[in-house]
C-alpha cells in the first residue's frame, strides 16, 4: 500500500510533497520566454470583450472558493475589474445579476460538483462567459464551459485538496495577470515582477517543506487542544480560511479564521490562555496591522504559531513558533504560506489516530445539493 503512495503513509502528504512538481507542470508552456507576457490560448475572450467586462464572478465549493477568494484579490488589483466571489451553493440563491459583459469563472478539482454544476448552469442561462479552472480533463464542468484552464496537479486522491489548491492559486494569479495584460491595465514590467515570483515558486515551496520536522513537533501541541483560531488580513485571510479548513477536516479539531481586524467583535473574547491562534503575516503592507493583532491575542494569553516572511524581524518576538516563507511577490505568497498549514493539518490528524485520507463524513468529490 505504500508503494501506491511513493513510499509516503499517506496520499495526503504525497501530494503535500508533490507540489513543487504540481506547480512547475501548472505554469509550463504559459510564461512567455522573455518572462513578460501570460499566454493562455485556451481563453478565448479577445481583448476588446475584456475591456468590456463589468465583472468576474469567481464560484466554487470548499478549499476551491477559497482559491477564488485570492482570485477575487488579484483579478481587482491587476486588472481593474470588479468580482464577486461565492460559495456556490448560495450563489443562486442572490440571483446573481450576469450577463454577456461577465465573466463567470467556476473552479473546481474534481470538475463534478453539483453545487459548482449548478452555478455554472445559471451563468450560462444567464449569458455570462464562462470558464472554468479545472484539474480533471473532460470533466463535467470542464465540458459546460465554454473555456477550460487546466491546472496540472495531477491525480489527487486524499480528500484533503493540497495540491490543487496550490496550482489553483497559480491558475488565478495567470488569469488575472492575462486579465490585466488584455484590459491594459498592467504593463510588462508589472507582469514581469509577478511572472517572476511564480516561476520561483516551485523551488520556493521545496523550502517550506524542508521546515517539515519542525511543523511535526508543533503539531505535537496542537493535537492536545479542541479549538484554534486563524487570523490574517487581505490575502493572509484568504489563507488562514483554508488553513482552518484543512485541520477541521481531517483532526476534527473545531478551528475557525478570522480576519485579524475583526477578532475585536466578539472572537477576541474566545481567546485565553493556552488557546492556540495560527497567525500569518506574509503580506508587508499590512504586517505593521497584524503585529499589533498578534500582540493583542498574546496578552490574552494564546499561543501564538506564526507564518512570516523570512528575516521578519519583528513577528518573531511576538510569536511562540514561527514558520518562515521565503520572500516573493505579496501576491504569490498564499502559495507558499498554506504549506505549513497542510502539514499542521496533516500531523494533528496523524497523532490523533485518524484515518487521514478518508475523514469521517466527507467525500472527495460531492455530486449532490
Ligand atoms: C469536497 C472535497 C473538498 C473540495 C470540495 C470542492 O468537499 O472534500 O476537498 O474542496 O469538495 O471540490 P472540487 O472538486 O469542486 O474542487
Request: aromatic share 6%.
Given at each position: 500500500?505504500?508503494?501506491?503512495?511513493?513510499?509516503?503513509?499517506?496520499?495526503?502528504?504525497?501530494?503535500?510533497?508533490e507540489q513543487p512538481q504540481a506547480?512547475?507542470?501548472?505554469?509550463?508552456?504559459r510564461l512567455s520566454p522573455d518572462g513578460r507576457r501570460v499566454t493562455l490560448p485556451e481563453v478565448g475572450l479577445t481583448p476588446e470583450e475584456?475591456?468590456?467586462?463589468?465583472?468576474?464572478?469567481?464560484?466554487?465549493?470548499?478549499?476551491?472558493?477559497?482559491?477564488?477568494?485570492?482570485?477575487?484579490?488579484?483579478?481587482?488589483r491587476l486588472a481593474g475589474i470588479p468580482v464577486e466571489w461565492d460559495v456556490a451553493s448560495e450563489y443562486r440563491y442572490r440571483d446573481p445579476m450576469l450577463g454577456p459583459d461577465s465573466l463567470f469563472v467556476a473552479i473546481s478539482q474534481s470538475g463534478e460538483t453539483a453545487d459548482t454544476l449548478a452555478a455554472l448552469r445559471e451563468a450560462r442561462a444567464k449569458g455570462a462567459k464562462v470558464l472554468a479552472i479545472v484539474n480533471v480533463v473532460?470533466?463535467?464542468?470542464?465540458?459546460?464551459?465554454?473555456?477550460?484552464?487546466?491546472?496540472?496537479?495531477?491525480p489527487e486522491i486524499a480528500v484533503a485538496s493540497t495540491k490543487a489548491y496550490t496550482t489553483q492559486l497559480v491558475a488565478v494569479t495567470l488569469l488575472a495577470v492575462w486579465l490585466g495584460q488584455a484590459a491594459g491595465r498592467l504593463d510588462e514590467d508589472g507582469a514581469a515582477r509577478i511572472l517572476a515570483a511564480l516561476r520561483d515558486l516551485?523551488?520556493?515551496?521545496?523550502?517550506?517543506?524542508?521546515?517539515e520536522a519542525e511543523v511535526q513537533r508543533v503539531a505535537s501541541d496542537l493535537a492536545r487542544h479542541d479549538d484554534v483560531f486563524f487570523i490574517g488580513r487581505g490575502l493572509d485571510y484568504a489563507v488562514a480560511l483554508e488553513g482552518q479548513?484543512?485541520?477541521?477536516?481531517?483532526?476534527y479539531i473545531h478551528a475557525e479564521a478570522y480576519p485579524a481586524g475583526e477578532l475585536k467583535h466578539g472572537t477576541l473574547a474566545l481567546i485565553t490562555k493556552g488557546v492556540p491562534v495560527v497567525a500569518l503575516s506574509t503580506q508587508p503592507a499590512l504586517a505593521p496591522k497584524t503585529l499589533s493583532n498578534i500582540q493583542e491575542v498574546r496578552a490574552r494569553g494564546a499561543a501564538v504559531i506564526a507564518v512570516a516572511l523570512e528575516g521578519d524581524e519583528q513577528v518573531p518576538?511576538?510569536?511562540?513558533?514561527?514558520?518562515?516563507?521565503?520572500?516573493t511577490d505579496p501576491l504569490v505568497a498564499p502559495a507558499l504560506a498554506v504549506i505549513p498549514l497542510q502539514l499542521l493539518a496533516y500531523y494533528a490528524a496523524v497523532l490523533r489516530g485518524h484515518d487521514v485520507d478518508r475523514p469521517r463524513n466527507l467525500a472527495k468529490s460531492v455530486t449532490v445539493e
Open positions: 500500500a505504500r508503494a501506491e503512495k511513493g513510499g509516503y503513509a499517506h496520499f495526503m502528504l504525497k501530494e503535500i510533497h506547480l512547475r507542470d501548472t505554469l509550463r508552456g475584456v475591456r468590456r467586462l463589468r465583472k468576474v464572478a469567481l464560484v466554487a465549493c470548499g478549499t476551491a472558493s477559497h482559491a477564488g477568494l485570492v482570485g477575487r484579490y488579484l483579478i481587482e473532460g470533466s463535467s464542468i470542464a465540458r459546460e464551459a465554454d473555456w477550460a484552464l487546466h491546472t496540472w496537479a495531477g516551485p523551488a520556493q515551496a521545496e523550502q517550506v517543506l524542508a521546515q479548513l484543512k485541520l477541521k477536516e481531517i483532526s518576538r511576538h510569536a511562540d513558533t514561527v514558520f518562515t516563507i521565503p520572500r
